[in-house]
C-alpha cells in the first residue's frame, strides 16, 4: 500500500506570499555561501541535504484529500478539498484516456473537505465512476449543494462521471474493490468519520477532524482499538494540546500529544500529523513535528513510533 | 497517587507524586477538587509543586488546566512551581508554559501569591 497526500492543510487552504518566497530564497542563498553550486544538481542536492525543509520546500497548502494506493485498480481517496484538483490531473495523466474508478470515502461535509470536487476533472468526464462514501445522511445532497447557484456556476447534474453515493454505518466493515473498510464516528461539529482500511496485510486510518475528551476513558480505548496496530496513522493535530483543551474546547480538533499517545497506546508504527492549521507557517509546523518527535521519545515504553509530518506532495511506502 | 498538601498563611502548596496519566487523571482530579472547593475565596492561592511529577500526560494536563480554570473563576490562582526537566519539557510541547506562570521553586511561586505566604514559608 502507498499513501500520498495531495491536502495537508485544514479550514483552508493557503499560499506562500511572495515575501515568504523571497526570505526563504535569501535563507537559502546565506546558507549557500561560498558553495561552489554552479550547477542545477549541485543546487538541488544542497538543498534536500543541508537546507532544513522549511526553507527548501513547503508543507504546502491545499486542504484535506489522501489518496490510498492499495493495489486495487480502482482509486480509493479520502476527503476532496482543494487537493482533489491535482488528484484529479493524476488520475487524467494515469489513465491516458481510459475511464477510471474511484471511490470517495468523505470525513464530513464541511467546506474544506469538498471544496475541490467541482475541480476533480475526471467527474467531467464521461465514463468514469464516482463511488462516494460516507456516513452523512445527507451525502448527495451536499455535493449537490455545492454546485447550486450563486456558489458555482455549472451545476452537479452537468457532470459528465456515473455516480453512485453509498451509505455506510460506523463500526461496520465493508469490502470495497479488495479493501476492507471500516468508519468510526469522531466528535466534531455535525459529526465526522475516521476510516480504517486494510489491504495486503497493511493498515491505513485516515481520522481527522476528530476532538478527544481526554476524560472519557471509553471513548480513549475505543480510539486505541481503531488505531490498533496499524501500519499508518493519519491524524488532525492542528491545535497545540493547550488550545485544545481551553480556548478551542469543542471545536473539534486534536493535538500532537494526544495523537502520540494513541499511537503509542495502540502499537501504532507510524503517526502522520496532519489538518495543519492555516495561520502556521512552515517554520511553526516544523517545529510541532520536531516537538512530537522529541514527545514520543520522552514517552517511549516498547517500538519507536514514527512520527512524520503531512506535505502535499509527500508518499510513504507501507 | 499521593497528592501532598502544606499551607502557608492561607496559600496551599500540593505536591502530586509519581506519574500523572491516562489512567489515575480524574483520581488526580477528584483529589484536587476540596482544595478547589476551599480556596473559593478572592485572593487564596494554590501552588502545583511538581518537584516530585515524574511523568504528566496529555489527560493530566487538562487536570491542571480545569483547575486553573475553576480558581479564576473563584478570585483565586494557580501557579506552578519546581518542574523536573522532563515535565518542564513537556509544558513546553504542550504550550501549557504559556498558560500558567511557572516559578523555579515553591518559595519563588509563594512570593507571587503573597508575602504572608513567603513570610510563613520561611519561618517554616
Not at chain 1, 491536502?7 to 535569501?26: M, N
Not at chain 1, 468510526?184 to 491505513?204: M, T
Not at chain 2, 511538581?50 to 494557580?78: E, M, N, P, T, W
Not at chain 2, 522532563?86 to 500558567?100: D, G
Request: charged share 20%; glycine share 8%; proline share 5%.
Amino acid at each position: 500500500m502507498r499513501v500520498r497526500f495531495w491536502g495537508t492543510r485544514g479550514s483552508i487552504p493557503v499560499a506562500l506570499t511572495w515575501r515568504d518566497l523571497r526570505d526563504r530564497i535569501a535563507l537559502a542563498l546565506v546558507a549557500a555561501n561560498g558553495r561552489a553550486l554552479d550547477t542545477l544538481e549541485k543546487a538541488h542536492a544542497f538543498a534536500e541535504s543541508e537546507l532544513p525543509f522549511s526553507i527548501a520546500a513547503t508543507y504546502g497548502g491545499h486542504s484535506p484529500c489522501v489518496e490510498l494506493e492499495t493495489g486495487s485498480a480502482s482509486y480509493f481517496i479520502c476527503d476532496m478539498g482543494s487537493g482533489a484538483r491535482p488528484f484529479g490531473a493524476h488520475v487524467m495523466a494515469r489513465q491516458a484516456g481510459a475511464p477510471a474508478r474511484v471511490n470517495v470515502f468523505m470525513s464530513h461535509l464541511h467546506w474544506d473537505h469538498m471544496m475541490g470536487f467541482p475541480f476533480f476533472v475526471p467527474a467531467w468526464v464521461p465514463g468514469t465512476q464516482l463511488r462516494v462514501h460516507g456516513c452523512h445522511p445527507d451525502l448527495e445532497a451536499a455535493f449537490v449543494r455545492q454546485q447550486e447557484p450563486p456558489g458555482f456556476p455549472v451545476g452537479f447534474s452537468r457532470l459528465g462521471a456515473g455516480f453512485e453515493f453509498v451509505q455506510l454505518e460506523p463500526g461496520k466493515t465493508v469490502e470495497v474493490d479488495g479493501v476492507r473498510v471500516t468508519p468510526k464516528h469522531q466528535l466534531h461539529g455535525g459529526d465526522s468519520y475516521g476510516y480504517r482500511f486494510e489491504a495486503g496485510g497493511r493498515s491505513v486510518i485516515y481520522s481527522t477532524d476528530s476532538e478527544h475528551k481526554l476524560e472519557d476513558t471509553t471513548e480513549t480505548h475505543d480510539f486505541v482499538d481503531f488505531f490498533r496496530d496499524a501500519d499508518l496513522v493519519v491524524f488532525d493535530s492542528m491545535y497545540s494540546l493547550a488550545e485544545a483543551v481551553s480556548v478551542k474546547e469543542d471545536w473539534g480538533h486534536s493535538s500532537n500529544m494526544v495523537g502520540v499517545e494513541l499511537c503509542q497506546m495502540a502499537g501504532v508504527k507510524h503517526l502522520v500529523l496532519f489538518h495543519h492549521e492555516p495561520a502556521y507557517d512552515d517554520a511553526a509546523i516544523e517545529r510541532v513535528l520536531s516537538e512530537t518527535r522529541r514527545f514520543e521519545e520522552l514517552t517511549r515504553e516498547g517500538a519507536p513510533l514514527v512520527v512524520s509530518s503531512a506535505y502535499d506532495g509527500l508518499e510513504i511506502a507501507l | 497517587m499521593e497528592l501532598v498538601s502544606r499551607e502557608y498563611a492561607g496559600a496551599v502548596v500540593l505536591a502530586p507524586d509519581g506519574r500523572l496519566d491516562h489512567d489515575n487523571s480524574e483520581a488526580f482530579r477528584a483529589a484536587l477538587q476540596p482544595y478547589l472547593d476551599a480556596a473559593a475565596r478572592p485572593q487564596r492561592g494554590i501552588v502545583l509543586d511538581l518537584s516530585r511529577l515524574a511523568y504528566v500526560s496529555s489527560a493530566g494536563l487538562r487536570c491542571f488546566v480545569l483547575a486553573a480554570k475553576q480558581a479564576k473563576a473563584q478570585g483565586g490562582r494557580i501557579v506552578i512551581a519546581g518542574m523536573q526537566p522532563v515535565v518542564a519539557e513537556i509544558f513546553q510541547i504542550s504550550r501549557f508554559n504559556l498558560v500558567f506562570d511557572i516559578f523555579a521553586s515553591v518559595r519563588d511561586a509563594l512570593a507571587a501569591l503573597s508575602a504572608e505566604a513567603t513570610a510563613a514559608f520561611d519561618r517554616g
